[in-house]
DNA sequence: GTGCATGGATGACAATTGTCACCAGGGGGC
DNA sequence: GCCCCCTGGTGACAATTGTCATCCATGCAC
């Protein structure tokens, strides 16, 4: 019998992803969190041997949810399921320990049959996306990330310089750094395209 | 026996929401469609008694797959069934005739009580968001909501504006129009509050 | 027909944004 | 030690963006 454990912040998909592992005779969905800490925190004490888990959720993501139990050395294996098929969160999610990455786009069968691999040793990994994911690197530092982030949110470069302490001038030169780096047009630009590769 | 059609876009969810009503013995999923147009075709073809569909997906929106319906004045009743909490959202399922409107994030025993009020002719709205709904409504004209779509998608002014064959001026005179009616700072901040509201 | 709201356009102006060159300190890596 | 990269900063300049007043059709209400 494999002890599952399910992370996933909405409760209709939580419930429902639930109900469809429980057809399954092979599988026990051991606890249910509704957010990154609930999922670590049952984690420990629970110690499923799977633990299955969305990428953002409120609180804690789960990529540091992975994270912070790989940490521990936890022999719990872990599946990340998501919406997005961003390189980028594949490979953090592989830098944080996980076994699989599969996608809310895949048919429902394969994720008993994904948990199943994971619990036996392996890994799953959508072979074009790993590609994508080794192909690219992130090539935003810290700072332009953050200044881009803020930016996306619609803060002008004047907030954003009094926000992170920083002066007017360079605020303009980390985003217009990131912009040249991402190919991009405009500030606007430059977040969508890294927000779609994963790097925000 | 209430003839139930699911409608959601991500495999998974929609094989795992099938899981959830396939245990009430007083349902019957009689088929699952992964986009818009397909969910129009079998609504048509299956006649269910409820439709259960998912808003934003690909070709075919939710809305307008429910508008398509009331247009033919088909008897089947639907359930919106959504991640977004935004009353422009809301607003325009029920003017496209939805009977409920439940969102992903709300318990997983809903769905089916949900299904079993509307196919017995009753309604199923959060009280807290319809009262949104009402009292604030869309401000924006077409051409404003045009304006702000492709300027959150990082088009330049000049951009937009040969892609609408519009003048330049013309174009920013949309943009300020709605950054003031808004209340935004500029226009990422518009495009970010319009999309929370669902006006975009 | 007059009045008036709407869609589209100008032109002018100020503010913000994007680019570039260049400077300086601090950590690594080799 | 030297080089490179990251952080943080100036100053200057051009381009884009945001604001306003004003204008002209069109079409609709009365």
């Keep these: 019998?494999?002890?599952?454990?399910?992370?996933?912040?909405?409760?209709?998909?939580?419930?429902?992803?639930?109900?469809?592992?429980?057809?399954?005779?092979?599988?026990?969905?051991?606890?249910?969190?509704?957010?990154?800490?609930?999922?670590?925190?049952?984690?420990?004490?629970?110690?499923?041997?799977?633990?299955?888990?969305?990428?953002?959720?409120?609180?804690?993501?789960?990529?540091?949810?992975?994270?912070?139990?790989?940490?521990?050395?936890?022999?719990?294996?872990?599946?990340?399921?998501?919406?997005?098929?961003?390189?980028?969160?594949l490979r953090r999610a592989l830098d944080a320990g996980a076994s699989a990455y599969l996608l809310k786009d895949s048919p429902s069968e394969q994720l008993a049959e994904a948990i199943r691999r994971v619990a036996a040793g392996g890994r799953v990994i959508d072979p074009t996306l790993a590609a994508e994911a080794w192909s690219e690197a992130d090539p935003l530092t810290d700072r332009e990330r953050q200044v881009l982030r803020l930016s996306a949110e619609g803060l002008s470069s004047a907030d954003i310089a009094a926000a992170l302490s920083l002066s007017d001038g360079t605020v303009r030169n980390y985003l217009s750094e990131a912009i040249s780096k991402l190919g991009a047009k405009n500030r606007v630009d430059a977040a969508n395209l890294a927000r779609a590769k994963g790097w925000l």
């Design 1 to 89: 019998m494999i002890r599952v454990l399910l992370a996933e912040d909405q409760a209709m998909v939580l419930g429902a992803l639930a109900s469809l592992l429980s057809i399954e005779s092979d599988l026990e969905v051991v606890g249910r969190a509704g957010d990154g800490v609930d999922a670590l925190r049952m984690a420990r004490d629970l110690t499923p041997d799977v633990l299955v888990t969305d990428i953002e959720m409120p609180g804690m993501s789960g990529l540091e949810v992975a994270a912070a139990l790989k940490a521990e050395s936890q022999a719990t294996r872990i599946v990340m399921l998501t919406t997005f098929a961003r390189p980028g969160y």
